[in-house]
């Protein structure tokens, strides 16, 4: 069993800065890919970027590309997602996500492990 715990949402101006952090427990975290995905009110659950378990590949959705940046700490069970350029439309509940495998996905039903999420709003 894995559990994940976000951290690092709030408000913040549009243009400014975040950083999100997903501590997660047990003993197999740099075996697996992790996610982060976030929700909109009235909207749907949206993939935002994923990473393998070495780091060595990432994605990104395309309207958050080249302005969120994901990363990990396999010695710290941690992974991050650093957000820049805030805009309005980036406001919502940011999910952190984990895998059973070590392939990084954009498919929110390939990750068995959640998160309970964290808001972030941006003003504007």
């Known amino acids: 069993q894995v559990q994940l715990v976000e951290s690092g949402g709030g408000l913040v101006q549009a243009g400014g800065s975040l950083r999100l952090s997903c501590a997660a427990s047990?003993?197999?975290?740099?075996?697996?890919?992790m996610g982060w995905f976030r929700q909109a009110p009235g909207k749907e659950r949206e993939f935002v970027a994923a990473i393998s378990w070495s780091g060595g590949s990432t994605f990104y959705a395309d309207s958050v590309k080249g302005r969120f940046t994901i990363s990990r700490d396999n010695a710290k069970n941690t992974v991050y997602l650093q957000m820049g350029s805030l805009k309005p439309e980036d406001t919502a509940v940011y999910y952190c996500a984990a895998r059973t495998i070590t392939y990084a996905s954009r498919k929110y039903d390939e990750y068995a492990y959640w998160g309970q999420g964290t808001q972030v709003t941006v003003s504007s």
């Open positions: 047990g003993r197999t975290f740099s075996s697996r890919a």
